[in-house]
Each structure stands twice: as C-alpha cells, then as structure tokens.
C-alpha cells in the first residue's frame, strides 16, 4: 500500500517569519529546519565574506540585511554570535530600538540562559535560549544532523510550551537547562567535544610521526568503539596501561612524547591523572600499581606539580 503522499512545505502556510543575526555555521542551520518545518525565513545578517557565502549557500533568496532590519522584518529572531559577543549585541539592539514587543529572541549560546536578554525583555521581547549540542559544518549537511541532536533550553514558564515546540521542529529533543547550571552544562560539552577534537587530532600528527600512512583509518574504528563503550559502560569503559597500572608504559610514552611532540606531553599528563584517578575510584586500578603509575607522573612534571595524592 502506498503511504500517504506529504504536502510539500512550501504549500504549508508559514506560522513564523524568522531573522538569523549572525550568519555563522550555527544560524543558516536552524533557520534551513525551521523553513521545512513551515516557517519562513525573511532576513539574514552577516559580517565576513564567509559568513555572506553561508547564508546565501544555505538560505537562498532571503536577503542579507543589517541586524536591527532582521529584527524589523521577523517575528522569531536567532542571535547566533559567539557567546562573548551577546551581551553587547542585545544591549545594542535595544539601545537602537530595534526589539519589538512580542517579538521571540532566541540565542543559541551554550553559555547563557535567558537572563543575558535581560535587557531585551524589558523592552517586551520573550527570550529563548535554545543551545543545540552538536558540532557545525556550516554545510547543508548540518540539517540532517539536527534530527535527535539534544538542545539546552532554558526559558521562562510561560515560554516553556513555545520552546520545546521549536525544538521538536527542528528535529530536536528538548533538554532542561536551570539558569544558574548554564555555564556548567556549557563546560561540560566543551570538555566531551571540543577537546575530543585537540586529542583526536593530536593522536593523529603523532600517527604519522610513527610512519602510519592513514591515521584517520586507523583510528576510526577503535575510537568509535572508545566512545560507544564509554556512552554505555562510563568509567567501567577505561582501558590501557594508566588504568591497568602500567607505570613502566606510560614513562616510555612521555619519554616518546618528549622527544618527538614536546607540546602533547602536559596534555598528556595531565588526562593521564584524570583517568588514574577515575580507575581508582571505580575500582579499576589497583592501588599497589597506582603508587609506582602516581609516581611516574609526578616525576613526569619535572617538579612543576606534586603528586597530589
């Protein structure tokens, strides 16, 4: 039996006009899903040249304008700069007149929760703070990538309703964030996906240091695993020679990094103690073997830290 034929989007009717401000990998993304969800995309800022390109790549024909005409023009807005560059640009665009009352502004920084739109609010605006957890390519394939993608949402009560509906349009799961847990949750992200990519591209120059023609294959499969296992096992996922206690290794592996990658080796020590001290706590490391391993790392420091056990 055939399945019921879709209507096309465009022959829905739109329930929102939306603005992007900030035409970065983040902002084109979002308002690319809400347009399949029916909403209309109207207008769209951008400073770099790049930027320029993006939205034009990702949102055609919606024109580029200057920020305070994307609020003119649009009954939802994304404030999608960095997060240090949102305070100033709420307190700019209420400075101007530019936030209209009933207008929703949603920002998309990680960081803040709705009390940043403080200003904005005042001036009748409903703040949203919708922070998708996934990494951007700036690429239509970022779309796809936004169906399951968790989002951070922090919002008033009386908003909580219009939130979760926009997120669920986007392809999103709704995650509730308290205000005062924003940067917390923030760091947490940074710390499981950006510094992901610094090891992961560290592990990679070291590779091909060691004469692997193809580090990318090589890592793929075991690292995919790494994450699987420790997404489904946590702690008890811990593996290699810190958590089984292989001092004598882990001394070769900084006398290696020493010698041939020297900027690797803090980084190096220092997840080294994070995970003994994990392997400890979760039973994982012995402690007669974590004695000889705590000791390799203090020595390791050259005296700079102590052995803080």
């Known amino acids: 039996m055939n399945p019921t034929p879709q209507p096309d989007p465009k022959d829905r009717p739109a329930r929102l006009t939306v603005g992007v401000v900030g035409a970065g990998r983040v902002g084109p993304a979002l308002a690319a899903s809400l347009q399949l969800a029916g909403h209309r995309p109207v207008a769209v800022s951008g400073v770099s040249e790049a930027s320029r390109r993006r939205a034009e790549a990702m949102l055609p024909d919606v024109p580029l304008v200057a920020p305070a005409e994307v609020l003119g023009r649009a009954e939802l807005v994304l404030l999608t700069v960095p997060d240090d560059a949102l305070p100033g640009l709420v307190a700019g665009l209420v400075e101007t007149g530019a936030v209209r009352p009933g207008q929703l502004l949603a920002h998309t920084s990680g960081r803040y929760g709705v009390r940043v739109l403080e200003p904005a609010l005042r001036a009748g605006a409903l703040p949203l703070a919708l922070h998708p957890a996934m990494t951007f390519t700036g690429t239509p394939v970022d779309v796809q990538r936004l169906a399951g993608c968790s989002f951070g949402v922090t919002a008033p009560e009386e908003l909580r309703l219009a939130a979760e509906a926009l997120v669920i349009e986007m392809g999103g799961e709704p995650e509730w964030i308290a205000e005062e847990r924003r940067p917390l949750y923030h760091a947490a992200l940074a710390l499981g996906a950006n510094h992901l990519v610094t090891l992961v591209a560290q592990s990679m120059e070291l590779l091909r240091t060691a004469g692997v023609a193809a580090p990318d294959r090589m890592l793929g499969p075991l690292l995919g695993a790494a994450l699987d296992n420790a997404l489904r096992s946590g702690d008890a996922a811990l593996t290699g020679p810190v958590a089984r206690g292989d001092a004598g290794t882990v001394a070769a592996h900084v006398e290696e990094l020493r010698a041939h990658a020297p900027q ?19 039973g994982l490391l012995r402690p007669e073997l974590a004695e000889d391993l ?4 203090a020595h390791a420091t050259d005296g700079t830290e102590g052995n803080t056990r």
């Open 264 to 282: 690797a080796v803090a980084g190096y020590l220092a997840m080294a103690r994070a995970t003994a001290d994990r392997a400890l706590a979760h």
């Open 294 to 297: 705590l000791g390799v790392l």
